[in-house]
């Protein structure tokens, strides 16, 4: 059930998004069937299944829950994903770990081939943001600081938004500039509706006189938050409103 999943969620706080249960609620708007996995109280996964003709099945698993200690050697586990995926006739299961990709030793280490393909960026930058704001301005470059104060001397301001149809306007923008898929401006309604209302997600913009410059849509569980959608328009770049918009998240 989603209320036993999210209690499981909650009493692991280094949990990532795409394991949280408003995930899985979300892409089942979208094609795809959760299903979760719980052992314990230490072992779980939400697994993602996409329907392809002949009542076969892909399954996807992003970033489960304890990746280290379940990707060293769970049998238990993974003959509860095999007997999972077997009854959803999935063909594959795709999984994309929350760990160094050195960590994943599993025993059975002969049934899982590196994949040349990511759906998830396959790399990030952590930004530890306990210390203060003049100690993390003082790790970046010093380009990356110029741009941030220019904005904010150029009159940009940031602020929380909700206009979901003119930030879906800006993505499309973004994408077509930058070479990328955007989702539906239904899906990133939706997306705003599950995690907002649970205090998980917030969605900003950066503003010059009032006029929307750049938006972003960022997500939180416990420890981590994560910058999942960004977007610009091509007016007042000069401006540099994405630097001020990503400091203020």
């Known amino acids: 059930a989603l209320s036993a999943w999210n209690q499981f969620i909650a ?5 990532h998004l795409l394991q949280m249960g408003e995930w899985g609620e979300l892409k089942n708007d979208f094609g795809w069937k959760p299903v979760r996995l719980l052992l314990d109280r230490e072992t779980g996964a939400q697994i993602l299944f996409r329907r392809l003709p002949l009542g076969l099945t892909l399954g996807y698993m992003p ?3 304890n990746s280290g200690r379940l990707m060293v050697d769970n049998e238990l586990f993974w003959r509860e994903v095999d007997s999972i995926c077997k009854k ?26 590196l994949s040349p393909h990511n759906i998830q960026p396959p790399r990030t930058i952590t930004i530890d943001i306990k210390d203060s704001e003049e100690t993390i301005l003082a790790r970046m470059k010093p380009k990356c600081r110029y741009n941030i104060r220019l904005a904010e001397k150029k009159g940009i301001t940031v602020r929380a938004w909700d206009d979901i149809p003119a930030f879906h306007e800006m993505m499309t923008v973004t994408g077509g500039r ?4 955007v989702h539906s401006k239904e899906y990133y309604q939706r997306a705003y509706e599950l995690f907002h209302q649970k205090g998980a997600c917030e969605l900003l ?16 569980n416990a ?3 994560w910058y999942v959608y960004g977007a610009s328009n091509n007016e007042e770049r000069n401006r ?5 918009l990503q400091w203020e998240a």
């Open 88 to 113: 959803n006739h999935a063909i594959f299961l795709k999984i994309e770990t929350d760990t160094w990709e050195e960590t994943f030793q599993p025993s059975n280490l002969q049934a899982f081939k």
């Open 240 to 244: 540099m409103p994405t630097y001020l």
């Open 223 to 225: 420890k981590r938050a």
């Open 11 to 15: 009493e692991h706080p280094d949990a």
């Open 205 to 220: 913009v950066a503003e010059f006189e009032g006029k929307p410059l750049a938006s972003l849509m960022v997500f939180a």
């Open 63 to 65: 970033k489960p829950v």
């Open 178 to 181: 930058d070479n990328f898929g």
